[in-house]
């Protein structure tokens, strides 16, 4: 036979029987007792000691060879590093701090050509609950809701100040009303994170945080009263909910109007201008301006948080003529300057936070038809009417509002105006009605 042949069929041999697993050879037996789950309480190796007795039984005690391998969660047998095998014939023991895992001890015994091979298994489980620190005390403010009622949401994480490294990461946290854990509620299989508060709960409500580690503990008393499962921990701790205004949930309207009239600088109402009202809990809405540039909301929730911006982004030529291109020339050159923050914004047609010789000639090429809107600016712009604009020869140093912001509205509002300024038009000459 071919030599390669013969050393490679041996390999494969050699390599059949460490796999093989017979409680009894010819001549030689082995005995012990299959282990219990072996608890680690080691948090920081994350080991458990291990101590496992096994005996042989032989015709006579002479020559026998006793050595061990590992196997690791179910990996190939190697050397073992984590502990060492004892005893002379016909009693021996294996034992040494193992990690955490489903592992097995691979026991080969030798004596002359009779030979056994036996796998002992056994378990490392993690016994230690979780360790957390968890805040005494929060607070969450209630907001109105479209159906009358308030509400609220809280996460268990808002809870923990602090975590420790743990052998069977990632923690898991859940948080629930007291009364719901003691009629029975079981976090651990129900997963609760975010909670729920809303205008039937007391103003003081204890909660309890649960947090729990992903190990299989088959001595683990869980809450409901079964044995086995994952090692978890709690601790109580309470809600305290901030009500509306200091009010109870049903104290503010739920029709409240707010609403407000969109003008030129010259004071001419802006018809047609769509007015969009972003709510917090509730959904948007939006409206067109009257002739005289008024526009309103109704039926408003108390206690929401309202963003008002108007918008018109139609016919860019609008009010726009070679006089405008001449007279913010006039201004580039100081020969006859804009004499109001509105102008010298309609002026600004590239929207660059500037006027110069590049607005005059976009402009000039929106008049000439060359292009059919302004590509970096809208037709339109609004600013809060009452906003006072700290240098008023250049209005680009600060950020001036383009939108009317309410937090927590409790009454009506009729003056939320806003001041338009149609890009190109310095001379004021633009067409503010559909009629």
Known sequence: MNKTITILFRIIFLSFLAFQIPAQAQNITLDYTPPESICSFDTLGCTGSVSIPFSLTAENNEGIIVSHQISLDGEMPVDDVYGSLSGVYPGYIIFGNYPIGQHSFVVTVVQGGDSLVTDIEFSVVDCVAPEAEIQWGMSYLLSYQPDGCCRSTGNALDFVVNQEVDCSEPLNFAILKEDDFLSGVFPLVDSLEVIVFDCNDEETIFVRIFYWDNAFNPY?????????????????????????????????PSNLNIGGEIHTEEQEGIDGVQVDLLVDIAEDISVLTDQDGEFIFSNLIAGADCEIIPMLDLNHTNGVST?????????ILGIQPLDSPYKMIAADVNNSGSISISDVIQLRKLILGNLEALPDNSSWRFIDASYVFPNPSSPWVVPFPEEIKINNISEDEFHLNFIGIKIGDVNGSAIVSLD
């Not at 079964?226 to 200091?246: I, W």
């Open 323 to 331: 006089f405008d291109a001449i007279l913010i020339q006039k201004h």
């Open 220 to 252: 683990a008393l869980q809450s409901d009263g079964t044995l086995g499962g994952a090692n978890y921990d709690s601790f109580l701790s309470y809600v305290y909910l901030q009500q509306p205004n200091g009010s109870g949930c049903g104290g503010l």
